[in-house]
């Protein structure tokens, strides 16, 4: 009687023990890729020896944002832009094309327009097991109208990588930009010449995030980029350059279904030359 | 007239009988093919779960769904990762952040031409005495 017991305690230990999170037919603790998708094939160590899921993918984001700057010389000025971006997923390889509409209040001056476009490919690596890394290339079209009429292509280059273990998510990345515009220079209030240079701009960030239910992710993140701004120099009074854009925001992504989801983004600036707060609000349809 | 009414309805009848059964056997055949993995060797549950795939893969939108559940339910999965899921996740935080960096960018070139034209002579229809300097 006790050894039947037994046999049936150690029976329903090994049942429930039983853990097989993607569902490819091999047990998690001898899975050697536990993250494949449902349209994955698999081998006896559970890592992919086909994909019948199809390699062509899109998705089209429409957005909204908020942002708001108020340098300690200058009027507040409060800017919100529509945005529209398109991308083309091909296996490993994306490409992305958005631009933006934008209109900028202040006290003294009012402005709005099409941002400057942006057309960009990426392409994923997965060196390891819950590893990815991004590089991507890309060119800022200038669409943007300058008061200045200075505005040329800027290209653009990042990597960015990101591990995921189990729920969490660790990520960063570093982007160097090649700001074209042309230089200028200007008359100031007490007939001063002012030249004003450009700048090269790197940027990087560094964030957690985290999957609280299978639908909802969320991330803090430190984010820094280079004025473009490299100096403005003044015949009367000198040199002076502009501090780098600061900030930390918050990041929430949401599935709402297979097809759609939604992501917000708060951004709180630390620099005076950031925008003091940044809120991005976007929808978008993935097929 | 009647005998093509007739005719008709016979058709329609056996294509609805013809759909109950097909969709009994489908259902049946998940089943089967659920149990039989469960209770497959460690190597045969891997290709029998292979061959599951395939025929997932074939399915439509609804049925694919339904089967989904199905095995979700009798696997008694503790969590689904969406991996694609994830990977777009994580795709779309990079762009929002590089979205972000243009924008402020943007707004930082916006306060730049405010800053040039709050302190420059306004003589010009570009806001003041320029003088490209390239």
């Excluded at chain 1, 108020?70 to 409060?78: A, G, I, L, N």
């Excluded at chain 2, 960018?105 to 003589?123: I, K, P, V």
């Amino acid at each position: 009687m006790l050894k039947t017991l037994w046999l049936c305690s150690l029976l329903s230990l090994s049942l429930f023990a039983y853990s097989d999170v993607d569902m490819d037919g091999v047990e998690d603790s001898v899975d050697q890729c536990p993250n494949t998708s449902l349209t994955e094939l698999v081998d006896i160590n559970g890592c992919t020896i086909k994909d019948l899921s199809s390699p062509h993918h899109y998705d089209i984001i429409l957005g909204a944002s908020y942002s708001q700057i108020s340098p300690v010389t200058q009027e507040k000025t409060d800017t919100m832009a529509g945005s529209v971006q398109v991308d083309y997923y091909y296996k490993n390889f994306s490409v992305q094309v958005s631009t933006a509409f934008f209109n900028s209040e202040s006290s003294l001056v009012s402005n709005s327009g099409q941002t400057d476009s942006f057309i960009g490919a990426y392409y994923l690596l997965k060196p390891l097991s819950g590893l990815s890394l991004r590089l991507g290339g890309g060119a800022l079209l200038p669409t943007y109208q300058s008061d200045i009429n200075n505005n040329n292509t800027d290209f653009t280059a990042s990597l960015s990588a990101s591990y995921l273990y189990k729920d969490f998510n660790l990520f960063g990345s570093y982007s160097y930009t090649m700001i074209n515009d042309d230089d200028f220079s200007y008359t100031d209030t007490t007939s001063a010449t002012v030249n004003v240079t450009y700048q090269n701009t790197n940027a990087f960030n560094l964030g957690a995030g985290f999957y609280p239910t299978a639908k909802l992710y969320t991330s803090l993140s430190y984010n820094s980029s280079d004025s473009i701004y490299e100096a403005f120099v003044s015949s009367t009074t000198g040199r002076s350059t502009v501090e780098p854009l600061e900030s930390i925001s918050a990041y929430l992504f949401y599935t709402l279904d297979k097809n759609w989801f939604t992501t917000a983004n708060y951004a709180y600036g630390l620099s005076d030359s950031a925008s003091d707060h940044y809120l991005s609000l976007r929808v978008g349809y993935y097929f | 007239m009647k005998t093509v009414k007739v005719a008709v309805t016979t058709l329609l009848l056996l294509g609805s009988l013809i759909g109950v059964q097909a969709d009994t056997i489908n259902t049946t055949s998940i089943d089967t093919q659920l149990k039989a993995i469960q209770a497959a060797s460690a190597h045969d549950r891997v290709k029998l779960m292979n061959e599951f795939k395939q025929q997932l893969s074939r399915m439509n939108a609804q049925e694919r769904s339904e089967a989904i559940d199905e095995m979700r339910s009798q696997m008694q999965a503790h969590q689904d990762t969406h991996s694609e899921m994830q990977e777009h996740t994580q795709h779309e935080q990079m762009q929002q952040a590089e979205q972000m960096q243009h924008m402020q960018q943007l707004q930082e070139q916006h306060t730049g031409e405010q800053f040039m034209n709050d302190m420059g002579s306004h003589t010009g229809e570009n806001g003041g005495n320029l003088h490209q300097s390239f």
